[in-house]
């Protein structure tokens, strides 16, 4: 369960700051090993920046505190996980899939929109819209703290990258941590990640697979990849169709609400239910639509991001078994021209090792992805299709009365 | 305001008063030392048209202040019968009976304000010019008069331009603060017309409105969009509104019960009139919302058909055999909601939709209505201004002593008698069917809504309880997933 309690200040259209507390991760549960429970019951957004407040409450004696607050930026979770992706410890294990950039365009245009369209609009009508604006705001906002936390509570609950040291200092560090961020780094740490990303997918193809498991999970990796980006494509132009169902309710709303106030026949009553119906309507469209981008857009975009993070895996563990297949043809050339074979025995002795630790940890890290990934889906499917229930009924009461009070007059 | 407002009789006329005026014509008017002052002031407000049309008044409001009360029941110039001190109790008032360019949805009772009453014996007292020039700073600038919204009404050669009158004002004898009036052209033409003619304002300075264009209002009749027809209306908007400030501003005119009638009065016609128009206004706002309701509603159709058949793939890609068949389930649903959302935007349109252009259009053919019953009036006003002037050419005829002549023209003016009273009858009688055809329209309506409202939003229900059917039978399956 959800309780949300933001505090709104709006100055204006190109600044909005919210504060908001309290949302728990409603994705996956992943708070629930005690020793470290880590949430973001805060956060501020002030133009385009959000700073979050990351709480951390620990049993661990590596930490200096036992309960503790910093505030972060989304730069700071991103050089979080680049650092972990660029460790060498690390590449057996899926890396929790960063989080995405606060996006707040979509709603900030429509209020552009809104500004301009001010003067067609009743004063009524118009505050509507701004409501449901702020609400879109409010929805964004909400989503991007989640997706932080969710990213934190990965990490978290991972019994090996919980013991991270950046991780550490991410969480405990009470200065501003742009100073370690290497921005120079992050950049080309960013352009590398991309042209390596169309590589990767060659590269998986082309390795010949030694294991069977990995051999199907490549096959399964990659085509669910493509259809899931692909379902949350259409999952989100779904749920926009959605919010614009809601705001034409709006609009109608008013109108009717205009013409019933100039009307002096027997109409009036007529229009003022039908009016009063789409005002009431036109929050349950809303809310539908939130519900499905949390509970289906949401869970598809963040799983696709994570089938990533499987992929990203599967690419370096492929490009160990590159090197490792390199250093055998190394030794080889080495016994030939029988020059340095201790240097290229040892060479490829430590790609095996490296390959077989990837290989196994892998291994590990994939079927309990899969474990993941199949209980977020039953646990978002079965929300959804309550609150489906839930607002049809409700819609359902709505319409019932509407009718009622027309056909008594 | 002056110490008029008090009501003691003003004293001998010495020129400390404010007043004077008052105290000179008291002195000429009555014969008693009585004072006529006591209640309300309307003698003062009579003889001052009367006797001094020169003498700027004072301060209309002074004056209108005591008489707010009984201002709508004005038959004459402010004179007011009911009154036992009133001089010109018996004045004469006589019908004007000006040409048709009168404002055209009034009642014909509208011409029934005085214009004329005899003069009163009563001698002009001049004040000094002083006093005259100190009235004068005293101005008035009570009243704020706009023309704005030129709107054409009407098609074809039968078209004309209803300019909005807007008045705002603080003196007491309007009938609010704010209010405004729908005219046309020839509305303000016959303001001017009856105001030039009225005995009272002789020697008055009548402001003139702008003149009239056959070429220009064809071309508007015919098609408005053109730059040059904008330009030409925009000219006489403007022109109407200077026109009409200038009206204002004079302080004899202001208190004419005829431009007070132009500004604010209205009459069932007008009102209802200007209501159809203004829900025409707003059914067409809200079809063209509801238009892109249909619109968001069929795009909802076509992306889930697509976010289903995507959500198919991906189950089948799914290699958990619990969640793929779940997938499979979800993308049956989400299919059956295409199919709902499909229905729904047929609803909205052929229900919803539909209903709002079929009155859109209905509430046009009812502004027919109205415009027939303003040529009936057109017709009746016309014929009353021909039989004048056949009674005029009758009289000429009589003055130049033509009794061959004579006798056609009295033949004339008996045609012309037995029309108006015809064009009269007509004018009433279609007046009466339409108030009568309004009633009925109203009451069909308001049944039509209801009942076609009731429609739509059952079908909606349906879709609901339909929707809730597929969730409830998703959710097991979803509970499935292990």
Same mark, same amino acid.
């Given at each position: 369960?959800?309780?949300?309690k933001p505090s709104?200040k709006?100055t204006?259209?190109?600044?909005?700051?919210?504060?908001?507390c309290r949302?728990?991760?409603?994705?996956?549960?992943l708070?629930h090993?005690?020793?470290?429970?880590?949430?973001i019951?805060?956060a501020?957004?002030?133009?385009?920046?959000?700073?979050?407040?990351?709480?951390?409450?620990?049993t661990l004696s590596?930490?200096?505190?036992?309960d503790?607050?910093?505030?972060?930026?989304? =730069?700071?979770?991103i050089?979080l996980?680049?650092?972990l992706?660029?460790?060498?410890d690390y590449?057996?294990?899926i890396?929790p899939p960063?989080?995405p950039k606060?996006?707040f365009?979509s709603?900030?245009?429509?209020?552009h929109?809104?500004g301009?369209?001010?003067?067609?609009m009743?004063?009524?009508?118009?505050?509507?819209?701004?409501?449901?604006?702020?609400?879109?705001y409010?929805?964004v906002?909400k989503?991007?703290?989640?997706v932080?936390?969710?990213?934190?509570? +990965?990490?978290?609950?991972?019994?090996?990258?919980s013991k991270d040291?950046?991780?550490?200092?991410?969480?405990?560090y009470d200065?501003?941590?742009s100073? +370690?961020?290497k921005n120079?780094?992050?950049?080309?740490?960013g352009f590398?990640?991309n042209?390596?990303?169309?590589a990767?997918?060659?590269?998986?193809?082309?390795?010949?697979e030694v294991?069977?498991f990995?051999?199907? $999970?490549?096959t399964?990796?990659?085509d669910?990849?493509?259809?899931?980006?692909?379902s949350?494509?259409?999952?989100?132009?779904?749920?926009?169709?959605?919010k614009?169902?809601?705001d034409?309710y709006?609009?109608i709303?008013?109108?009717?609400?205009?013409?019933?106030?100039?009307?002096?026949?027997?109409?009036?009553?007529n229009l003022?239910?039908l009016?009063?119906?789409?005002?009431?309507f036109?929050k349950v469209?809303?809310r539908?639509a939130?519900?499905q981008?949390?509970k289906l857009?949401?869970?598809?975009?963040?799983?696709m991001?994570?089938?990533?993070a499987?992929?990203?895996?599967?690419y370096r563990?492929a490009?160990?078994?590159?090197?490792? =297949?390199?250093?055998n043809?190394?030794l080889?050339?080495a016994?030939?021209?029988?020059?340095?074979i201790?240097?290229a025995?040892?060479h490829?002795?430590?790609c095996l090792?490296?390959?077989?630790?990837?290989?196994e940890?892998?291994?590990k $890290?994939?079927?309990?992805?899969?474990? +993941?990934?199949?209980?977020?889906f +039953?646990?978002?499917f079965?929300?959804?299709?309550e609150?489906?229930?839930k607002?049809?009924?409700n819609s359902?009461a709505?319409?019932?009365?509407?009718?009622?009070?027309?056909k008594?007059? | 305001m002056?110490?008029?407002?008090?009501r003691?009789?003003p004293?001998?006329?010495?020129?400390?008063?404010?007043?004077?005026g008052?105290?000179?014509?008291?002195?000429?008017?009555?014969d008693e030392?009585?004072?006529?002052?006591v209640s309300?002031?309307?003698?003062v407000?009579v003889?001052?048209?009367?006797?001094?049309p020169d003498?700027?008044?004072e301060?209309?409001?002074?004056?209108f202040s005591?008489e707010?009360a009984s201002?709508?029941a004005a038959?004459?110039?402010?004179?007011?019968?009911?009154?036992d001190?009133d001089l010109f109790a018996d004045?004469n008032?006589?019908?004007?009976?000006?040409?048709?360019?009168?404002?055209?949805?009034k009642?014909p009772s509208?011409?029934?304000?005085?214009s004329?009453?005899t003069?009163?014996?009563?001698?002009m007292?001049?004040?000094s010019?002083e006093?005259?020039?100190e009235e004068?700073?005293?101005?008035s600038?009570d009243v704020?008069v706009?023309?704005?919204?030129?709107?054409?009404i009407?098609?074809?050669?039968?078209?004309?331009?209803a300019?909005?009158v807007?008045?705002?004002?603080?003196?007491?004898?309007?009938r609010?603060?704010?209010?405004?009036v729908?005219?046309?052209f020839s509305?303000?033409l016959g303001?001017?017309?009856?105001?030039s003619?009225?005995?009272?304002?002789?020697?008055?300075?009548i402001?003139l409105?702008p003149?009239?264009?056959?070429?220009?209002?064809?071309?508007?009749?015919?098609?408005?969009?053109?730059p040059?027809?904008v330009e030409?209306?925009?000219?006489?908007r403007a022109?109407l509104?200077?026109?009409l400030?200038?009206?204002?501003?004079?302080?004899s005119?202001?208190?004419?019960?005829?431009v007070?009638?132009f500004?604010?009065?209205?009459?069932w016609?007008?009102d209802?009139?200007q209501?159809v128009e203004?829900e025409?206004?707003?059914?067409r706002?809200?079809h063209?919302v509801v238009?892109?309701l249909?619109?968001h509603?069929?795009e909802?159709?076509?992306?889930?058909?697509?976010f289903a058949k995507?959500l198919?793939?991906?189950?089948n890609?799914?290699d958990?055999?619990?969640?793929?068949?779940?997938l499979?389930?979800?993308a049956e649903?989400?299919?059956?909601?295409?199919?709902?959302?499909?229905?729904q935007?047929?609803s909205?349109?052929f229900?919803?939709?539909e209903?709002?252009g079929?009155?859109?259009?209905?509430?046009?053919?009812?502004?027919g209505?109205?415009d027939?019953r303003?040529?009936?009036w057109?017709?009746?006003q016309?014929?009353q201004?021909?039989?004048?002037?056949?009674r005029?050419?009758e009289?000429k005829?009589?003055?130049?002593?033509?009794?061959?002549k004579?006798?056609q023209a009295?033949?004339?003016i008996?045609?012309?008698?037995?029309r108006?009273t015809?064009?009269e009858?007509d004018?009433?009688r279609i007046?009466m069917t339409?108030?009568?055809e309004?009633?009925r329209?109203?009451?069909?309506?308001?049944?039509?809504?209801?009942?076609?409202?009731?429609k739509y939003l059952?079908?909606?229900l349906q879709?609901?309880?339909r929707l809730i059917k597929?969730?409830?039978?998703?959710?097991?399956?979803a509970k499935?997933?292990?």
């Amino acid at each position: 369960m959800s309780i949300i309690k933001p505090s709104f200040k709006n100055t204006g259209f190109n600044k909005l700051c919210l504060s908001y507390c309290r949302l728990r991760s409603v994705s996956v549960d992943l708070n629930h090993d005690a020793s470290l429970l880590i949430d973001i019951p805060d956060a501020l957004c002030e133009r385009d920046k959000v700073k979050f407040t990351v709480h951390t409450k620990t049993t661990l004696s590596s930490f200096q505190k036992p309960d503790f607050s910093v505030p972060r930026q989304h =730069e700071d979770f991103i050089w979080l996980h680049d650092t972990l992706v660029e460790t060498e410890d690390y590449a057996g294990l899926i890396i929790p899939p960063a989080p995405p950039k606060p996006d707040f365009d979509s709603p900030r245009d429509k209020m552009h929109k809104l500004g301009e369209g001010e003067a067609t609009m009743t004063k009524e009508e118009y505050t509507k819209m701004k409501q449901e604006l702020e609400a879109e705001y409010l929805a964004v906002f909400k989503k991007t703290v989640q997706v932080h936390e969710i990213f934190l509570q +990965r990490l978290s609950s991972h019994p090996v990258l919980s013991k991270d040291r950046n991780f550490q200092i991410f969480l405990e560090y009470d200065q501003d941590l742009s100073v +370690r961020r290497k921005n120079a780094k992050e950049m080309f740490g960013g352009f590398f990640k991309n042209m390596v990303k169309s590589a990767d997918e060659v590269l998986i193809s082309g390795v010949k697979e030694v294991d069977d498991f990995f051999e199907q $999970e490549k096959t399964f990796l990659l085509d669910y990849y493509s259809k899931i980006k692909d379902s949350t494509a259409k999952a989100e132009k779904m749920t926009r169709a959605h919010k614009n169902i809601a705001d034409d309710y709006i609009h109608i709303s008013a109108t009717l609400n205009s013409l019933a106030a100039d009307d002096m026949t027997a109409n009036k009553k007529n229009l003022e239910k039908l009016s009063d119906l789409f005002e009431k309507f036109r929050k349950v469209e809303g809310r539908v639509a939130s519900d499905q981008d949390l509970k289906l857009t949401e869970l598809l975009r963040y799983y696709m991001r994570d089938i990533q993070a499987a992929k990203d895996l599967l690419y370096r563990r492929a490009r160990a078994l590159a090197d490792y =297949e390199n250093s055998n043809k190394a030794l080889d050339k080495a016994r030939l021209k029988s020059k340095d074979i201790p240097q290229a025995e040892e060479h490829q002795r430590q790609c095996l090792q490296k390959f077989d630790k990837l290989s196994e940890s892998g291994k590990k $890290e994939l079927t309990s992805f899969k474990g +993941r990934r199949v209980v977020a889906f +039953r646990k978002n499917f079965i929300e959804m299709a309550e609150l489906e229930i839930k607002h049809a009924k409700n819609s359902v009461a709505l319409l019932q009365g509407c009718i009622e009070l027309l056909k008594s007059n | 305001m002056a110490a008029s407002s008090d009501r003691n009789p003003p004293p001998f006329p010495t020129a400390e008063e404010s007043e004077p005026g008052l105290c000179d014509m008291a002195d000429a008017d009555s014969d008693e030392g009585e004072d006529i002052f006591v209640s309300n002031s309307n003698p003062v407000s009579v003889s001052r048209g009367v006797s001094q049309p020169d003498r700027v008044s004072e301060e209309p409001s002074d004056l209108f202040s005591e008489e707010a009360a009984s201002s709508t029941a004005a038959k004459a110039n402010g004179v007011h019968s009911d009154d036992d001190n009133d001089l010109f109790a018996d004045t004469n008032v006589e019908l004007s009976t000006d040409k048709s360019s009168s404002s055209a949805r009034k009642e014909p009772s509208g011409p029934r304000h005085a214009s004329t009453f005899t003069p009163s014996p009563a001698a002009m007292q001049p004040t000094s010019l002083e006093q005259l020039e100190e009235e004068e700073a005293k101005d008035s600038f009570d009243v704020d008069v706009a023309v704005t919204n030129p709107e054409k009404i009407g098609d074809g050669m039968n078209a004309y331009v209803a300019y909005k009158v807007s008045t705002r004002t603080s003196l007491p004898m309007f009938r609010s603060k704010v209010f405004s009036v729908r005219r046309r052209f020839s509305d303000f033409l016959g303001l001017y017309e009856k105001l030039s003619v009225k005995q009272s304002l002789h020697g008055c300075i009548i402001p003139l409105p702008p003149e009239k264009s056959v070429v220009g209002m064809t071309k508007v009749k015919v098609g408005m969009d053109d730059p040059s027809s904008v330009e030409f209306v925009e000219r006489r908007r403007a022109a109407l509104e200077r026109y009409l400030q200038r009206v204002v501003s004079h302080p004899s005119l202001l208190q004419d019960p005829d431009v007070r009638e132009f500004l604010e009065r209205e009459d069932w016609f007008e009102d209802k009139f200007q209501e159809v128009e203004n829900e025409e206004q707003q059914l067409r706002k809200l079809h063209v919302v509801v238009d892109s309701l249909v619109i968001h509603r069929k795009e909802l159709c076509g992306n889930t058909a697509v976010f289903a058949k995507s959500l198919a793939m991906l189950g089948n890609s799914e290699d958990n055999t619990a969640l793929s068949r779940a997938l499979s389930q979800l993308a049956e649903v989400e299919d059956k909601m295409e199919q709902l959302h499909q229905e729904q935007a047929a609803s909205d349109f052929f229900i919803f939709a539909e209903l709002l252009g079929d009155y859109i259009r209905l509430l046009g053919a009812v502004r027919g209505c109205f415009d027939q019953r303003m040529r009936a009036w057109q017709r009746w006003q016309e014929a009353q201004s021909t039989l004048q002037k056949k009674r005029e050419a009758e009289a000429k005829l009589l003055w130049a002593n033509k009794p061959d002549k004579l006798q056609q023209a009295k033949e004339e003016i008996t045609e012309w008698e037995a029309r108006v009273t015809q064009y009269e009858r007509d004018f009433d009688r279609i007046g009466m069917t339409v108030r009568k055809e309004v009633l009925r329209f109203e009451k069909e309506k308001a049944k039509d809504f209801k009942s076609q409202i009731i429609k739509y939003l059952e079908a909606m229900l349906q879709s609901q309880q339909r929707l809730i059917k597929f969730w409830e039978a998703f959710l097991p399956e979803a509970k499935a997933i292990a």
